[in-house]
């Protein structure tokens, strides 16, 4: 039998208060528990929103998530509206949530959401580079060996890919990608998406790095062009035949070196080393 108790999942503005879906209001003014990542943010929330907070309000972030929980399960099945909410975006994406949906679910009580603004999506929309298929890999591990072998994995990946980073690891992990994906795979950094200082720097991977090396502030984002199929032989003997032809079709060597890297999908600067050593 399914409980009268309501799980609402609520997007909350990632930037500009106006970017609220109009149900944030209603879902905060009408709710027996709203659980948030941090109460005063929320508070503050329901104050630009000119909202009054009508039920409990308890806190519900990384620290408590899991013995907060059962206590959430227990309003639901006994018939209460309770409403997530996290800093920014939608709950359970990076985000506390997950804990509390799966035990909801497993209890057959009804899960909804308030849809709305998503850092992922909008960073994704904006980058410039291919939306047709793309993955989420939420925010690296911080120590640089885990990161590496995390980012190999993801070497070959095709889809497009969207980061969440911290602004002083920023320049670390473009660096990291630039090594493991290649330093002309294609990138943008979202910064301070629909916020006042929003800025959207696009290029390749090593470019970025070099530019993240002053320091990056504000909520980061970072979208990377996932691999590109292996279209041609990627032999020593391939890819110098390869940049030949195009030369000799009367392409500069430079271009073609590039053409190659591109349509294999290796790093430019490896196409470059084995037609040299050739000449060599």
Same mark, same amino acid.
């Given at each position: 039998?399914?409980?009268?108790?309501?799980?609402?999942?609520?997007?909350?503005?990632?930037?500009?208060?106006?970017?609220?879906?109009?149900?944030?209001?209603?879902?905060?003014?009408?709710?027996? @528990?709203?659980?948030?990542?941090?109460?005063?943010?929320?508070?503050?929330?329901?104050?630009?929103?000119? @909202?009054?907070?009508?039920?409990?309000?308890?806190?519900?972030?990384?620290?408590?998530?899991?013995?907060?929980?059962?206590?959430?399960?227990?309003?639901?099945?006994?018939?209460?509206?309770?409403?997530?909410?996290?800093?920014?975006?939608?709950?359970?994406?990076?985000?506390?949530?997950?804990?509390?949906?799966?035990?909801?679910?497993?209890?057959?009580?009804?899960?909804?959401?308030?849809?709305?603004?998503?850092?992922?999506?909008?960073?994704?929309?904006?980058?410039?580079?291919? @939306?047709?298929?793309?993955?989420?890999?939420?925010?690296?591990?911080? $120590?640089?060996?885990?990161?590496?072998?995390?980012?190999? +994995?993801?070497?070959?990946?095709?889809? &497009?890919?969207?980061?969440?980073?911290?602004?002083?690891?920023? *320049?670390?992990?473009?660096?990291?990608?630039?090594? *493991?994906?290649?330093?002309?795979?294609? *990138?943008?950094?979202?910064?301070?998406?629909?916020?006042?200082?929003? +800025?959207?720097?696009?290029?390749?991977?090593?470019?970025? *790095?070099?530019?993240?090396? +002053?320091?990056?502030?504000?909520?980061?984002?970072?979208?990377?062009?996932?691999?590109?199929?292996?279209?041609?032989?990627?032999?020593? +003997?391939?890819?110098?035949?390869? @940049?030949?032809?195009?030369?000799?079709?009367?392409?500069?060597? $430079?271009?073609?070196?590039?053409?190659?890297?591109? &349509?294999?999908?290796?790093? $430019?600067?490896?196409?470059?080393?084995?037609?040299?050593?050739?000449?060599?």
């Amino acid at each position: 039998m399914t409980s009268a108790g309501v799980l609402v999942l609520a997007a909350t503005p990632i930037g500009r208060v106006g970017d609220a879906p109009p149900r944030l209001a209603e879902e905060l003014a009408g709710a027996d @528990v709203v659980a948030a990542e941090d109460t005063r943010r929320l508070k503050r929330l329901a104050s630009e929103l000119g @909202v009054e907070v009508g039920g409990r309000v308890v806190s519900y972030f990384e620290g408590n998530e899991a013995a907060r929980t059962p206590q959430l399960l227990e309003a639901l099945e006994a018939g209460q509206r309770v409403v997530l909410v996290t800093d920014a975006g939608m709950p359970s994406v990076s985000d506390p949530g997950y804990r509390l949906v799966a035990a909801a679910v497993g209890a057959d009580v009804h899960v909804t959401a308030v849809p709305g603004p998503s850092a992922v999506l909008t960073a994704l929309a904006v980058s410039g580079l291919p @939306v047709d298929r793309f993955c989420f890999e939420g925010f690296l591990p911080r $120590k640089a060996g885990e990161r590496g072998r995390r980012l190999a +994995e993801l070497a070959t990946e095709p889809r &497009t890919m969207v980061f969440f980073e911290s602004p002083h690891r920023t *320049a670390a992990t473009l660096a990291a990608m630039a090594e *493991a994906f290649g330093a002309d795979r294609p *990138a943008a950094v979202c910064r301070e998406l629909t916020k006042t200082y929003e +800025e959207v720097r696009r290029g390749p991977l090593a470019e970025l *790095a070099d530019w993240a090396v +002053e320091g990056v502030r504000g909520e980061i984002t970072l979208v990377v062009a996932g691999a590109l199929p292996a279209t041609r032989n990627t032999d020593p +003997e391939s890819l110098r035949a390869a @940049v030949d032809q195009l030369v000799e079709d009367g392409m500069s060597r $430079k271009d073609a070196v590039a053409d190659v890297a591109r &349509t294999t999908g290796l790093p $430019k600067r490896e196409v470059y080393q084995v037609v040299h050593t050739d000449d060599d």
